[in-house]
Each structure stands twice: as C-alpha cells, then as structure tokens.
C-alpha cells in the first residue's frame, strides 16, 4: 500500500504537517546470533527498526505482521510485546517533509518468522542485522527502544519508555 492510500496519507491530506497522535508498532527481530534486524530508512537516511501504524479495522498484532512483511518481506511466526515507548520527550518526531508525530509503540520481541530478507518497498534502503551493542546511526527513538530491549532481556520486565 502506498502512504498516499494509507490511513495517515489521508489523514494528512486534510491535516497537513500538524502534529498526529500516533499509535504503532516497532519489531526486534533477533535472530539465533543475537543480532537484530535494522533498515536504512529513506527518508531519514538512518537506521531503525521495522515499524509502522495500523490501519483502519487493523489490531496491533495485525499491523506488525503487515509491516514486516511489507518492509522485509519476512512473515512473523512467533513473538510478543516487551515493551510500550511514549513519552513525549523522545516519541516526538519532525520527519524531513515537516510532518509530526507523536507515537505510542508496542514494542515486540520478534523470535521466529519465515521468507526471503529483501526490501520489499520505498520505505527501506538496506537491510541488515547488527549486534545490538553496536548500532549504526539510528532515529533516537528506535534506539531507546533496542536499550530498552537490553534491559528486557537482563531483567524480564515489561519495559516502559
């Protein structure tokens, strides 16, 4: 789907740059190295997580299946949330064309998915897993959300930030 037809296309259609309260979903695939998965956004030009918001009629399950298969044409098999990120000091962003947004993501802890890697739309640039303790440049955000992820992983506590 193009972001034209998505939800938030239309929506900005009527709304321009203003700022949008935003729910969504942000997937840490890690595979068997303990490595994650990130994308070369293009619009940014950095790295992040495979993220996005639902659809109209979409839950939050549904919508995360849709963005990873969408953004890396993985199909998720197995995960679950470890984490909620909202506060406002780091979940608010201006993306390049001067849109805003302000999100509320679960996090998911994405352990088991099938298909071929590849980027499967104009959202992503490269693919790539990276050691989570050496990152690439990343949105602020994401990172946060891969520290929090860390701390997950040492504690088992659901992670709020």
Not at 70 to 81: A, S, V
């Amino acid at each position: 789907m193009s972001f034209a037809d998505s939800y938030l296309g239309k929506l900005r259609k009527l709304i321009g740059h203003r700022l949008v309260l935003l729910p969504g979903n942000r997937a840490i695939l890690e595979n068997f190295e303990g490595k994650i998965l990130l994308l070369k956004r293009t619009d940014f030009g950095l790295w992040s997580l495979p993220s996005g918001s639902p659809e109209e009629g979409e839950s939050a399950e549904a919508s995360i299946i849709r963005e990873v298969l969408e953004e890396t044409g993985l199909t998720i098999k197995k995960m679950e949330p470890i984490g909620y990120a909202s506060a406002p000091e780091h979940e608010t962003i201006t993306f390049p064309n001067g849109d805003k947004i302000q999100n509320f993501c679960i996090v998911w802890h994405v352990t088991e998915w099938e298909g071929m890697l590849q980027a499967q739309n104009e959202e992503a640039a490269e693919l790539k897993f990276f050691d989570p303790t050496q990152l690439p440049s990343m949105l602020p955000n994401h990172q946060r959300s891969i520290e929090k992820f860390l701390k997950y992983k040492r504690t088992g506590k659901f992670q709020l930030h």
